[in-house]
Each structure stands twice: as structure tokens, then as C-alpha cells.
């Protein structure tokens, strides 16, 4: 595989790839630069367009923008010719006064220095590498373990991490190559001869944070029709409409735009069964609204083809395992979009992150002794899930409130114990940690892994809490699980041509949102309580579920109807074996044993399936 002319300090500021022979998608880019050896950046891309803009200023500093911007003052500037005046103006500060899903990087010819900055909340993927004092960054993974300078080995301890289905903070940067590191939402680096530097531009919730005041909480609902107008405004043309609060509010927020030139169409999959079934809610919705709609059903979609198989068939373009096993549904819909010359949707994801009170929430409730608040919190949750009313209150208030205070308290009082001795503690219970089919050679692998699960790295220190709620919301905005939620989504929406729009994600509605108190979010006894109110009014008449749909059995359903063939074909798992990480047989049982109805333990069957698909995928296209 050739490469673009990137190494000689000599090579044009701007190369253009050539993509037959690279392998490279036309609309991507990457930027590569020795500080100490070259006297500026090469920046190397395919086709500019509507998401890749460019522009270079008399003095020879560069301006790359991928994505979009909002709120930009004049319309006759490309987005980065719009980034470089407002960098003009700002200088280092350049990220803080701008909105959008972007990507930006900025070469200051007058500095020689060079800015790289993501979106406040990480609608656009970053990655980068720092190696023998070279940098190389792209919004795609893949244009990166391309070339020849880059490696491809993969990060055992991270893949161990997704096989157990563990997330920590550990995985803020991390990707599944070992050397590629993800730029987090929110932050910028700065790259000049003296090195490279990191820095959070944005904290929502720093610590000792206000709760927003009546003032503040006034402007929801200006903010939700902001975000939604924003989306419209950079070519939003649909929704992506289920039957539930989130993407109902946006769909009648946005048919309610001044701006519309023509139908907003919604694009719905239905799901069979009587717990999973919304299509008369989603088929109510887009009548009141007027809105053409795509009902897409899994029979429809499947057309005698494996569902499970063709979900993992997505590995092949997805910067990390395949999350959902609705993969493949999620294609087809937008694959039907594409036919109607859509390329714009706007997505409900984000409102149970910024709407619904997280179960530590109890905690709060109980150590500090409001037992009314506390009943009508669990209350308010055993009405809005769609779990039993027993198990909603046992796992509330044991598992979420009563177990982590005694936990804490036990720390308090007993300060010097031997079991608050971090490895005394992970060594007593390491049998209780790992499954017997991790392999019994990777002791350091589960040192790592016990670390990494009880110590927090030092990024995350500064966000620890007195109350547990709070410590929870400053977590969500560096969340690596939704990190790895967006990267996989924008790879998976340009593969059919989509970008995708993220309203609850606007940084201006999120920041506003994260610090909403609790009693405003279940106001009225329900979680929600802002959409369902903007909803109520708006659309009165429209039979919406008041519970969130429970998806579990259906998933079952799915795994164990199409998986089982799909497991007989990866059932030797050769890739995970290579990495030593697995025992072969006890793993094997395991997963029988589920699919012959003796546990219902889905998750690790399901990482096992995404990861050895993923791990071939990558393999056999040399990445």
C-alpha cells in the first residue's frame, strides 16, 4: 500500500488521497506532523464537501473543519473559513464559543503551533496517535491502522475488558488498537515543538456546582426547540421516531419549525411482540404530526438472511465491537431512508441520560434520612419501569441505596482495616472477579483488570463527590460506554450515507439538563416529567406507553433464534485464542449453555460474538 508524500518537510501543506490505491474513503482525512523535524502539518484528505471543509489564510496557517457548525454569523463562509475568524477573535479559547458536531484542526502558521479540538459532547469521532515524537489524527480509525507507520496491535487488556462486559474510566482514551487513543468530548490539544498538551475545555457539573436556579430551569423549554432548530437548520430532514418521549418530543418540536420547507419524514422500526410492539404509538405520532413515515418491520427486513449474522456483518466498518444486535434493523431502515434521498436524521438518543434520575439518586435520599422523598422516588421509578414493583424496590433501595451506604460507612469507621487495603481486597475476592473460561496465563491481564476496575484513573479524581448523584452526573459527559455508542453510530450512519443529529446532545440544552435537581425531573410521580409534559400538551390525544419498554425477552428471542447457527460457525473462537485470553471450553459450556435455555445471561455471549467477529473483520481487511 502506497501513501501520500507525508514524511518530507518539503511535501505540500495539503495532499489529496488517492483513494483506489489507498484504501482510504473519499470523504475522510487525516493530518500528520513531526514537530521537531518538519517546519508545518501535511494535511491529507479526500473530497471536501458538506462535512469536510478547508481553508488556508494568506499567512499559510491551515483550518479544518469536519462536521458542522451551528449558530454561524454569516452564511456566505464555509465552516472553516467561519472556525479560523472565530479563532481570530478568540485564540486559544476558539472552543468555548463554538456549538456543533465537529472535528476542528487549526495550524497557526504565525505560532507553529497546532490546535486539535472535538465537540463539547462527541458527535464527531477523533483519534490520534503519538509515537516517536510524530502525530497523526482522523476522525476514522480505519484511515489511521492504514498506514505503514501505524500499528495495528490490538489492546489485549481493553478487548479482555469488552469480553467481561466491564467499563471503566480506564477506557476514556483507549480504542481497541493499542496504540490509537481516542480524543475525548471536550477537550483540545495543543502540538508545538515543546510537545503535546491536553486540556477540558467544558465541565458541565464541575465540583461545587449549582443546581440550576427557577431562572435557569425557565429556558428548557426554549433550549429543546433550540437543539431540535439547530439540527433542521444543518440539513436535519428526519426522525429517527420510536414510540417513547424522547424522539416523540423532537418529532413535534421539529414539525412545529417555521423554517420547514418540506415534510419531516419519520422513520420507525417496529418491533413484534406485546411488550416490544410501538407501532400503533409511532403510526399515531406521525399521523397527528403529518408526517411520511417509514414502517420498518424485522420480518420485513430480514428476507430469510441470519439477523444475528447480518448485524455482525457490520464489524467490517465499525471502529469497535458491534454493540446491538438490532444492528442490522437499524441498516435496513436507513437503507430505505437512503432510497427516499435522506441523509440527515435526527436521533432520540441522550434523553435517558439527561432525563432520568440515576438510581444513586436513593443513596442521597436514605443517608440523608428523607424517607418521604425517598418513597416517592421509588415510587415514581416503579411506575415508570417496566420491571416488577418488588424487584424495582429491592434493587433501588438494597443494591442502589442501602448496600453502598453501609459500604461507606464501613470505610468511615473503620479507616484502618486490612480489607480496605485495595490488593488485600481484590485478592480476596478474585475468585468472585473473573469466570473460570478467562485463560489462567493472563495473571497480568487481571491485575490490570482488577486495577482498572477499583482505582479510577487520575483524569477522573477531581469529579469524585460528596453525594452520589452528582458524582454520577459528572460521569456521564466522559462516559467511555457512550463514547463507544457514538463512534460506532457516526461510522455506521456514513456507511448509508446519514449524519446522524443528536438534539440532546446540543452542549447548551446537556450542560442545562445535568443540572436539573432531581424533584424537576419526576415531577408528577413520573421520570421525564419535561417531555412528557411538552408532550401531554402538544399532542393530548396520542396514546403514548407510560413505561419505558422492556426490550430483554425479544432479545432472547433474537440471540437464541438466529445466534445458535452463527455459534457453531465461530465456536473454535481462533482470534481470541491468539490473544490468550480465553480457556476454550469452559467459554464453550458457557455459551451452550445459554442457548440451551440454562441461564439467561446475555451479555457475554453477545461481547463473545461481536468480539470474535470483530477481531476476523479487522483481520482479513489487514487492520
Partial sequence: ??????????????????????GIPTKTWYLRWSPKQEASPTFCHGESGERLSLYTSPNGSRCLVDGYLFDTPRHDLTWAESAWHHYQQQGEKVFNGLRGGFVLALWDASRSQLLLGRDATGLRTCFYVWKDNTFWVSSCI????????ISNQRNRIRIAEGLLHSCNFHQWQETYYQDVLRLPPAHQLTLASSGLSMNRYWDPVPPGFSWATAEERAQLPNLLEQSVQRCLDVGGDSVALSGGFDSVSIATLATQSDTLTQPLWALSLRFSGKLCDEGVSQQAVAQALG???VLYTMEEGLDNANYVAASLAQSSTSPNPVLSVWQSMFGGLLKMGQERKLSNLMMGTGGDDIFIVDPAHGQDLLSSFQWFQLWKYVRMWQRSSPFGTLHMARFLLWSQALRPTLKSAFKRLFPGSPLQEPRTWWRARKGLHFPDWLHPQTNEIQEALLYRRECPPAHAQPYERDKAYSTVLAKIPQSPMLFEELDQAMAWGQQFGFTLLYPYFDQDLFGLALRMHPRYLMEGGWSKSPLRQLVAQKLPNVPLHKQKVDFTQMMHQVLRGHGAS???HMRELPMMRSL?????????????????????????????????????ERSNAGL
Fill in 291 to 293: 408526517m411520511p413515515q
Fill in 1 to 22: 500500500m502506497s501513501s501520500p508524500n507525508t514524511t518530507s518537510s518539503s511535501a505540500s501543506p495539503e495532499a489529496t488521497m488517492k483513494s483506489e490505491k489507498q
Fill in 566 to 568: 452463527v455459534w457453531e
Fill in 142 to 149: 480505519d484511515t489511521l491502522v492504514r498506514l505503514p507507520e
Fill in 580 to 616: 490468550q485470553l480465553i480457556q476454550l471450553d469452559p467459554l464453550v459450556r458457557f455459551i451452550d449453555d445459554y442457548f440451551l435455555e440454562r441461564h439467561q445471561h446475555f451479555s457475554p455471549v453477545w461481547a463473545t460474538l461481536g468480539l470474535e467477529s470483530w477481531l476476523q
